[in-house]
């Protein structure tokens, strides 16, 4: 009896935990790695187009900073998550070697100390709802290849 017990409390356990996680908005997609995309937000003919460019550089106490600049673009932290658009106004999204790292809602961010290898760094513009900026398809976005010896 003890064993049947101890099995359909397990059971209902695991089934619950599992009903909850499958109701989590990240694990909704057939991949996770396909939950963090976002859509996409075109910026229509006739707006101001944001721009972004950058630089990443060794600082004197041996970590990595990136430092973004933007044109016709303000961080808005405050906004973050509302559905509101606004064609100039949002965050950016940082990904490293493909991987979200963080949200940005500034011009600099420390990347720490890398080890030897090879960095692929990406940093989009964000509207407010999370939505990755585009003109004609195309991400607006700062893109930098980091090779560390």
């Known amino acids: 009896m003890y064993k049947l017990v101890s099995f359909i409390v397990i059971f209902s356990f695991v089934s619950v935990m599992i009903y909850f996680h499958n109701q989590n908005g990240h694990y909704q997609a057939s991949n996770h790695g396909e939950a963090h995309r976002h859509k996409e937000v075109s ?3 006739g707006e101001e187009i944001p721009s972004i460019e950058g630089s990443v550089k060794k600082d004197p106490s041996g970590s990595w900073l990136l430092h973004i ?3 016709n673009f303000t961080f808005t932290p405050e906004k973050a998550g509302l559905n509101e658009v ?5 965050h950016a999204h940082l990904y490293v070697n493909g991987e979200k790292l963080n949200r940005l809602y500034g011009n600099y961010y420390n990347l720490g100390e890398l080890e030897p290898g090879t960095y692929h760094i990406k940093v989009t ?5 999370h939505g990755i900026f585009t003109v004609d398809g195309q991400e607006i976005a700062y893109h930098k290849k980091l090779k560390i010896k």
Do not use: Q, R, V
Request: no cysteine.
């Open 69 to 71: 600049m933007t044109d």
């Open 86 to 90: 606004n064609y100039s106004e949002g």
């Open 43 to 45: 910026i229509p003919s």
């Open 125 to 129: 513009l964000n509207a407010n709802n």
